[in-house]
């Protein structure tokens, strides 16, 4: 499910959300493309949202394959593909295993505090994850609005707004249960180092210092192998980057729309 709004004849930006979100998450953001005048086009990820689950298994060639279905199925021209988290690994693996598609479809990537392989969760030592424990453990949490609204805070680097700490509560509980485990168990065991170097797209990287869900040693990674990727990194900031650093996000999304002689 998806939705478009800003102007139409502007540069496209499509907008892949992350793990346990929504196009909701992008709603800060999505209101200064519109206003920069950029054709804005917002997805929900299978399980997510409005979107169904389906029967595919939750793998990155099955995300990839999404990412391709909306780019061709909206016929987008020159976007920007732009992923947090999750949606960032769906767009790399696009961008690596589709990149007939990328170099007729897009004209670069903006990577929102992503990861490329499983990266340990809070700076915990890395640990098998039993997916079901860990979201049944995360549901009981949830139920408690002032000990859920804590540990949701642990996922920005600064305190946050009450809302944003609330959407982010709301979005582990809306999305679909089956989903939530598969996501993780994917998460926990995917790999997609080996394929950064064959990416061929215009890549900005977009990370924060306090990031403990997808650390900055993993987005240096991946600007690092990427070739010609450019790593911004934002001082103090966690995980939340849509929610809190908007105009940093934007701008870097509004930058990655230029022909390359306009960013120089």
Request: net charge negative.
């Amino acid at each position: 499910m998806g939705h478009r709004c800003g102007d139409p004849s502007g540069p496209t930006a499509l907008l892949v959300h992350g793990y346990i979100e929504s196009v909701g998450f992008w709603a800060p953001v999505v209101r200064r493309l519109a206003e920069a005048g950029l054709d804005v086009v917002i997805v929900d990820q299978r399980g997510h949202g409005g979107s169904e689950r389906g029967t595919a298994p939750f793998d990155t060639d099955t995300l990839a394959g999404d990412v391709r279905a909306w780019v061709e199925g909206l016929d987008l021209r020159d976007a920007v593909l732009v992923g947090h988290s999750m949606g960032g690994v769906s767009a790399m693996a696009f961008s690596a295993t589709h990149p007939e598609v990328a170099a007729a479809r897009l004209q670069g990537q903006v990577l929102v505090a992503t990861l490329a392989f499983p990266e340990p969760l809070f700076g915990l030592p890395d640990v098998d994850v039993d997916p079901r424990r860990v979201v049944g453990l995360l549901e009981r949490v949830m139920q408690r609005e002032t000990l859920a609204l804590l540990f949701v805070s642990r996922v920005f680097g600064t305190w946050p707004t009450r809302p944003a700490l609330e959407a982010t509560r709301q979005g582990i509980m809306r999305t679909d249960r089956q989903t939530r485990i598969d996501a993780m168990a994917m998460l926990r065991s995917f790999d997609l180092r080996p394929h950064l170097p064959s990416i061929d797209l215009p890549t900005v990287v977009v990370a924060g210092t306090h990031d403990q869900l997808t650390p900055l040693a993993g987005n240096e990674l991946i600007a690092e192998s990427i070739p010609g990727a450019r790593l911004e990194v934002l001082p103090g900031m966690g995980h939340m980057l849509m929610f809190e650093a908007p105009d940093a996000v934007t701008d870097a999304i509004v930058q990655a729309t230029k022909p390359a002689d306009a960013t120089r």
